[in-house]
T-cell receptor, first 119, second 115 residues
């Protein structure tokens, strides 16, 4: 069963504007973690931001923020003030709690969204 | 280097050949993972090591795939009798923690093409 859904195969944004990348997830586990990774053309996966299921506040890291809506099971990534270097694939991932049958080390990834920042 | 290093970066193999992919994790990292990323897809879990112990190999697609980390540092992913469906990027990642691994640090991957 697909646990992470990224419905946007590709997104375009103008430089300096904000963009939202969508991610929905499926789990019955009350304890889990959500991640966003960036993969430029070089291939390396770069960690961007993390949100724990019990965190009260939405996570922020510089220009990245995670719009966490637990009831809707969504964890959208917001990139503010887009830069040309933000052009890359973006992956949403989830890690489930082991006490409910998951494993707290194994990440499940979505299919990704290709973001292109136009000058 | 400070990051996760993988070699070779690119490998072309004829169908039926054996290949070995190497991962040099960040020094001192306890956890090491292998992921397989097919073209246009997200990475999929293959196997997990905690030090030298292989704690989870549930993602290995067949018994042609074998991974080891004999001294708890460098790891090798071996694929025997390669098939065209094995063509993918193989990503290695490491983490300082044990079972609660937190952020993963990825290498740039080894791109395998099987002809």
């Amino acid at each position: 069963a697909q646990k992470i859904t990224q419905t946007q195969p590709g997104m375009f944004v103008q430089e300096k504007e904000a963009v939202t990348l969508d991610c929905t997830y499926d789990t019955s586990d009350p304890s889990y973690g959500l991640f966003w990774y960036k993969q430029p053309s070089s291939g390396e996966m770069i960690f961007l931001i993390y949100q724990g299921s019990y965190d009260q506040q939405n996570a922020t890291e510089g220009r990245y923020s995670l719009n966490f809506q637990k009831a809707r099971k969504s964890a959208n990534l917001v990139i503010s003030a887009s830069q040309l270097g933000d052009s890359a694939m973006y992956f949403c991932a989830m890690r489930e709690d082991p006490y409910s049958g998951g494993s707290n080390y194994k990440l499940t990834f979505g299919k990704g969204t290709l973001l292109t920042v136009n000058p | 280097g400070a990051g996760v290093s993988q070699s070779p970066r690119y490998k072309v193999a004829k169908r039926g050949q054996d290949v070995a992919l190497r991962c040099d994790p960040i020094s001192g990292h306890v956890s090491l993972f292998w992921y397989q990323q097919a073209l246009g897809q997200g990475p999929e879990f293959l196997t997990y090591f905690q030090n030298e112990a292989q704690l989870d190999k549930s993602g290995l697609p067949s018994d042609r795939f074998f991974a080891e980390r004999p001294e708890g540092s460098v790891s090798t992913l071996k694929i025997q009798r390669t098939q065209q469906e094995d063509s993918a990027v193989y990503l290695c990642a490491s983490s300082p923690g044990a079972r609660d691994t937190g952020e993963l640090f990825f290498g740039e991957g080894s791109r395998l093409t099987v002809l």
